[in-house]
């Protein structure tokens, strides 16, 4: 626990980042997730959709603090590619 005020606010201020980069990565990794189905089953119209959803909230949780940004875009390197491998195969 926080020794003093200054402690104490950082404590609260920390809480409430880790809520709302919590809710922020969920949401991201939805996205990643329907992605990967949309290329499980093939669905070359839902995957597009899909990447452009997953691609808009890795840079929105990239830009927000929630994850790296290094990160973000070695997913979408790696999103694209699957949809790619996927276009392809089909």
């Known amino acids: 626990m926080a020794n003093n005020k200054s402690a104490l606010k950082r404590w609260h201020q920390s809480l409430k980042r880790r809520d709302r980069n919590r809710s922020t990565r969920s949401a991201m990794r939805s996205q990643i997730r329907?992605?990967?189905?949309a290329a499980s089953v093939g669905d070359d119209d839902a995957m597009?959709?899909?990447?452009?959803a997953a691609f808009s909230s890795l840079d929105r949780a990239a830009k927000k603090g929630a994850?790296?940004?290094?990160k973000a875009d070695r997913?979408?390197?790696?999103?694209?590619?699957?949809?790619?491998r996927s276009e392809t195969a089909s």
């Open 48 to 52: 597009k959709t899909a990447l452009t």
């Open 67 to 70: 994850i790296h940004t290094g």
């Open 75 to 84: 997913a979408k390197r790696r999103l694209a590619h699957l949809v790619a």
């Open 34 to 37: 329907a992605v990967r189905e």
